[in-house]
């Protein structure tokens, strides 16, 4: 008997070729359901949002470190990209704020 060929007849076609079933079509289901937040995801939905909202960015650095991507992983760039934003978000702030500071400081020396 040739071990390439299979016996079962439910298997067996007419080429004699039986097709290999791969372990990632069981996976694939997941994610044909469209992302929350009308389509687009949780991280690009707060990217957006945090436009108006700057808590948003990060609200979703903390889902971004603690991997909430793992769930699904079509979320990871939007997480991502909230992150870098709350970083230039602070580090714009921190730097006006100090800017803010030195001009408030460099005018009540002229006027003493």
Same mark, same amino acid.
């Given at each position: ?17 039986? #097709? ?15 992302? #929350? ?16 909202? #700057? ?17 699904? #992983? ?39």
């Amino acid at each position: 008997m040739n071990k390439g060929h299979s016996t079962d007849a439910m298997n067996h076609r007419e080429d004699g070729y039986v #097709p290999i079933r791969d372990v990632e079509d069981a996976q694939l289901g997941m994610f044909d359901k469209p992302l #929350p937040c009308f389509g687009c995801g949780i991280g690009w939905f707060f990217f957006l949002l945090g436009f108006v909202f #700057p808590l948003m960015w990060y609200f979703s650095t903390i889902l971004y470190f603690g991997k909430y991507y793992n769930k699904d #992983p079509r979320e990871r760039s939007g997480l991502a990209a909230c992150a870098i934003a709350a970083i230039t978000f602070t580090c714009i702030s921190l730097n006006n704020k100090s800017l803010l500071e030195a001009a408030a400081a460099s005018s009540n020396c002229s006027t003493i």
